[in-house]
């Protein structure tokens, strides 16, 4: 494999959820890497998160923070600039991050939207951080979510399917990735056993096969994002590939909830395919 590879066909801007907290760490490592392998804009969109009573009461903690988190991505983008990557920093202040993250990913026409798993407004049902999962909710585009510590080598890929069409899209995305990465891919079915069985990774075999990639197939047991999260973690991947929705959605979710499980507790970077 060369390293140098951009491991998507499209990865031209990408859209990075900044923040100078410990938990972003692997996603702004990760977003500079691959923005230098594709050649890509890199807009680092930085949210101060403030109410209008905050604001009014502690102005000077304010300015405090977005001075922490200006110089942070200062930083960065003095790095990042000399490995050759343009890079812009967005500055926005404001109650929701969610909203402007996925408002400048919709105004630059953002191919990818990178993102730590925690924020400073975590909240302990949602273990990726009540900003990713509403990001990930209304993206126009897919998202990766990086862990700090994880590193995406696009080397061992796993994509789940549960049969339906995001599920399928999410795979086919996988096996693009692993096709021009040389990397190893398993194609899992990620469901409860139903009448009609699990999901049917046949096709998915042979559109892998079609594409040079021999892909190899399980159907890991129990909870589907329990039993992704431990395939990808005994397998050694280093990303997961999964659709935005699949057949389990919970409606006061902004996506689906086996998606919102898994990026929560898998152990490596988890792209969402939104179909």
Known sequence: MNDNFCPAPKFEKIVLGADACEFCEGATR???????????????????????????????????IEREVHGYLESVKRQAIKDGVDFEIIAHRGEEAADHIVAEARRVGADVIILGRRGRKGIKRLLMGSVTANVIGRSPCSVLVVPRLAKV????????TDGSAQGDAAAREAIAIARKMGAKLSLIAAERPVAGGFAELSHLVEAAKGQGVQAQTANPAGR???AIANYAKEAGADLVVIGSRGRTVLQKLLMGSVAERVVGLSPCAVLVVKG
């Open 30 to 64: 990760e977003a500079v890497n691959i923005a230098k392998k594709c050649g890509s804009k890199l807009y680092a969109v930085a949210v101060v998160e403030v109410n209008p009573e905050f604001e009014s009461l502690a102005p000077k903690a304010v300015e405090d």
């Open 153 to 160: 080598a696009f080397k061992n890929i796993v994509a789940a």
């Open 224 to 226: 589907p994002f329990e």
